[in-house]
């Protein structure tokens, strides 16, 4: 069986992003994989160990850049990888499509999206894949077991969380808690160098065009009032209490 | 037309149905056509004639596979029905479950998807939208390039539709194919708190790890909670040590909230704790750390140890 992780490169979480007039200047920014798509490389990685007899592969569509997220994946211990570069940001429903037509020529039968993507915090890619491919899904997953030609999971609901039982072939996106991704370890990260990394074009595809057109993009800034409270704990606590109620109006 | 999805709670509606009213009249205004309200469910006749009340047009679709949210069958009749009634756009609430469906609408409809709005304009008849991206860091305008379109509205930003309708209720068959009964739900557990749901508070009170310890919650979090009568929130590291439940965690893989005050005892202000709550209208901050980056977006800050700062800020918030 092939199990299929989507992979994604994002800005790490304390990289200081900037605004330019044209938009995101990344320049300089430090770069991870997404932690969201970590939690699915590992899951697919516990499933080989449990005894699973499957060949696990990443699958990116992105900038060049990506390849290093990639190789992380790959010296986790994903098998090989797929990436379709493009500079191009594709919005998410075009980029399911591509994801999903390379998915159903490797015939893969399990795939991970991560739960919410740390760019575009979008959670959006997991559920159009499973419908592209016309497969049941499950999101926000924080458990997973697989029976034969089912799987049973736990995922996160608005009302709390769920179990759920789903058909072979299925994407799952994830979720905190699904379970602790393992630090690639030397030598591992010099094997991921010689693994297979096939590089595919938008052209390959069918060069798709993207549905939405991003027009602009700021740095969100509310202004604060900054005011930090001075005296003891007791005339600090008080003068606060004061503070929300008649200044602010909001206790 | 403009359709709704309205989201609803054993029958009650959700705060978010009405909030998608309302960003759907303007919507309406600007992009023409009426608005319709769909209810997906069993047993809708209460929230039908509730929700009556805010717009002329409401179209109840009762199943009992409908009975759970559950993103397949969901998609098929929000499918339907949006081709049946050539709908221009399609809201949906950015809750977990919405997110999940939507999705799929999308990619069934062949159209752009405007994900976790926070504003809707529209020019030159093509519908663009302000979302944040980036761990919440980064505000962005996006345009669809096509209709019809489908929109997750993000919940808690719209202002609440006003009751000035009477409208009436058509019921309609949900119609599903086998392939919708696919994901079967199993146990579930609901996220227990006695407390005012986290999404619909209009205060949050929330701990990290400076509060200590799971006692140290009883002691300082809940009383201070009680007498504002605020929800519990909680970090991520509150959350691994097992101090408080996941379904308390708020950032970037927990809740997004945006309450009218936010008080933050012993929180750093991560970057993936902050784009959960950084719409907040008023923030507080208590922290022993003067440089703690939570002082950066907070209102009102007392730079303190919180075992004497909270119990003396719930004394003088009792007082008041
Ligand atoms: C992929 C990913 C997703 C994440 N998602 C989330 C998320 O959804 N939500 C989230 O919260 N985090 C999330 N995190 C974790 C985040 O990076 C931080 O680790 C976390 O928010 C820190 O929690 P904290 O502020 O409670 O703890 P700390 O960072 O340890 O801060 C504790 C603070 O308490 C103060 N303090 C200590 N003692 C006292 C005292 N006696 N009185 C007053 N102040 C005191 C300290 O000065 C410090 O500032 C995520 C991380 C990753 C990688
Ligand atoms: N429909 C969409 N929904 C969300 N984000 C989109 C959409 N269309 C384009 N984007 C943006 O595309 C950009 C891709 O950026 P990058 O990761 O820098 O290539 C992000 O800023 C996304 O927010």
Redesign the interface.
């Known amino acids: 069986m092939k199990i299929i992780s989507v992979i994604k490169q994002v ?1 790490d ?2 990289a200081r ?1 900037r ?1 330019t007039p044209t938009g ?1 200047d990344l320049d300089g920014v430090t770069f991870v994989i997404d932690g ?1 798509d970590e939690y699915g490389v590992e899951q697919s990685l516990r499933l080989r160990e449990g005894g699973l007899d499957t060949e696990l592969i990443s699958l990116a569509l992105g900038p060049k850049r990506f390849e290093e997220a990639i190789r992380t994946s790959l010296a986790m211990g994903s098998d090989r990888a797929i990436h379709i570069e493009t500079d191009e940001a594709l ?3 075009t980029q ?2 591509v994801l999903a037509s390379i998915i159903q020529e490797e015939g893969a039968e399990l795939v991970f999206v991560g ?2 993507e ?11 894949i ?3 491919l ?1 497969w ?5 997953t924080t458990r997973l077991e697989i029976n034969d030609t089912s799987l049973s999971v736990t995922h ?12 072979l072939p299925a994407v799952i996106t994830t ?3 699904l379970n602790e991704p393992r630090y690639p370890t030397l030598p591992n990260i010099m094997k991921a160098k010689r693994k297979e990394l096939k590089k595919l074009t938008l052209a390959d595809v069918g060069s798709p065009s ?11 800034t ?1 202004s ?6 001075q005296g003891d ?2 005339d ?3 003068e ?6 008649e200044e ?1 109006k ?2 | 037309m403009i359709l709704v999805i309205a989201e609803h ?1 054993n029958g009650s509606l959700k705060k978010s149905a009405l909030e998608l009213l309302s960003a759907a009249k303007s919507l309406s205004e600007k992009l023409g056509g009426e608005v319709v309200a769909a209810l997906l469910g069993q047993d809708l006749s209460g929230a039908a004639s509730e929700l009556a009340k805010y717009v002329n047009k409401v179209i109840a679709v009762e199943d009992a596979a409908l009975a ?2 559950r ?2 069958p969901y ?1 098929t009749v929000l499918t339907n029905l949006a081709k049946e009634l050539e709908a221009k756009a399609v809201l949906v609430s950015a ?3 919405g ?6 609408v ?3 409809l ?7 709005v926070t504003s809707l304009d529209v020019e030159g008849g093509q519908v ?1 939208a302000s ?16 209709l019809p379109i489908v929109i997750s509205v993000k919940p808690n930003i719209f202002p609440v539709a006003e009751a000035s309708a009477s409208g009436t209720v058509d019921k309609k068959a949900a119609d599903l194919a086998a ?1 919708d009964d ?11 708190t006695g407390r005012v749901a986290l999404d619909e508070a209009d ?1 949050i009170v929330t701990g990290g790890r400076g509060v200590g310890s799971a006692e140290g919650f009883t002691k300082l979090v809940e009383p201070l909670a009680d007498a ?1 009568s605020a929800g519990i929130g909680a970090t ?1 590291a509150v959350v691994d040590a097992g101090w408080r439940p ?2 308390e965690q708020v950032g ?2 927990g809740k997004t909230v945006a309450p ?2 936010y008080i933050a005892l012993g929180v750093s202000g ?3 704790h902050l ?1 959960g709550m ?2 907040s ?4 901050a208590i922290n022993k750390d ?1 440089d703690a980056p939570i ?11 919180v075992n ?3 119990p ?2 719930k ?3 009792s007082s ?1």
């Open positions: 800005p979480a304390e992003i605004a995101i969201m919005d998410p429903i399911a499509k739960g919410k740390a760019d575009w915090d979008s959670a959006a890619l997991g559920p159009a499973a419908e592209a016309g049941p899904h499950s999101d926000w996160d609901s608005d009302e709390g969380s769920e179990t759920l039982t789903l058909p979720q905190q808690g993207g549905k939405t057109q991003v027009l602009k993009q700021e740095i969100q509310k604060r009032l900054n005011k930090v409270v704990a007791a600090a606590a008080k606060l209490a004061r503070l929300l109620h602010a909001a206790i | 709670s759970d949210v993103a397949e998609t809750s977990k479950s997110l999940s469906y939507s999705a799929r999308a990619m069934r062949d159209a752009p998807l405007l994900e976790d663009i979302r944040f991206s980036y761990l919440a860091r980064v505000t962005e305008t996006v345009k669809a390039l096509a392939s696919r994901v079967k739900v199993g146990e579930k557990a609901a996220a227990k205060i504002l991520r996941y379904s970037q893989t009218g005050v991560a970057v993936q784009s950084n719409r209208k008023i923030i507080v003067a002082f950066k977006v907070a209102d009102y800050g007392i730079v303190g140890d004497e700062v909270v003396a800020l004394e003088a918030v008041l």
